[in-house]
């Protein structure tokens, strides 16, 4: 299945917005796992190993690993605040 358009879900307020990811997000979201690294190696999770720098984002978001996953931002004011993967 390809998806031609980029997924974008907004809240009623449009203040929160759930965006899929593109390059031009790599930076905001390495440094958002960069600041959590803590938070994120609790309780096994992986997201803090798996992207040990910039070029790792990048290329998660230009090569995913699934094809079946959209992998998309949750922006809140114009901050990336976290991200939610759907898999279909």
């Known amino acids: 299945m390809v998806i031609n358009e980029s997924l974008v879900l907004r809240t009623l307020n449009k203040d929160v917005l759930l965006l899929e990811f593109t390059p031009q997000d790599s930076r905001a979201l390495f440094e958002l796992i960069d600041e959590n690294r803590d938070y994120l190696s609790q309780l096994g999770n992986m997201t803090a190993f798996r992207y040990p720098d910039f070029s790792s984002v990048l290329l998660s978001i230009t090569h995913p690993n699934n094809p079946k996953e959209i992998r998309t931002g949750i922006w ?13």
Do not use: C, K, M, P
């Open 76 to 88: 809140w004011d114009g901050t990336l605040t976290g991200s939610a993967n759907i898999t279909f």
